[in-house]
């Protein structure tokens, strides 16, 4: 495998059943506390990626080198991996179909992916008019 990955391992994914994913998450969290960051994405994805190293920690990088003040950033998600992207934008909007503790921390809920719920925030905070129902 050595061999195979010639390049820095950037994120790893798990794929399994949701129940065993559940039994699992917060044993390896502990287990690797520090070392890797560990959550779900999906209830069938369990990703583990550098310790720190998370959507939102991304963002705050690439808003430096644009220039951008957080205030100005508006983020969207819909899963646990989006949380830390969500908290940190200066507008955090979970989509419609996001877990509902995603939701919460959210400054802003809008529709789900499929029912155009990015269009629909486009269209209310950067262009400034209601989205169409």
């Known amino acids: 495998m050595k061999e195979a990955v010639q390049q820095p391992v950037v994120k790893v994914l798990m794929v399994e059943n949701p129940e ?10 502990k287990q690797l506390e520090g070392q ?10 369990l990703e583990f990626t ?4 998370t959507k939102g920690t991304s963002l705050n990088q690439l808003i430096q080198k644009l220039g951008i003040k957080r ?3 508006i983020a969207m998600g819909d899963s646990y991996n989006d949380q830390a992207m969500i908290e ?25 992916n499929m029912n155009d719920g990015v269009a629909k925030v486009v269209e ?6 209601e989205a169409l129902v």
């Open 124 to 129: 209310k905070f950067v262009l400034k008019k």
């Open 20 to 29: 065993h994913l559940q039994m699992v998450e917060s044993k390896l969290q």
């Open 88 to 112: 940190f934008a200066g507008l955090g909007v979970a989509m419609g179909n996001a877990p509902d503790d995603i939701k919460e921390i959210a400054n802003y809920v809008t529709d789900t």
């Open 36 to 45: 890797l960051s560990v959550m779900r994405s999906k209830p069938f994805f």
């Open 50 to 53: 550098e310790a720190g190293v």
């Open 71 to 73: 205030e100005e950033v």
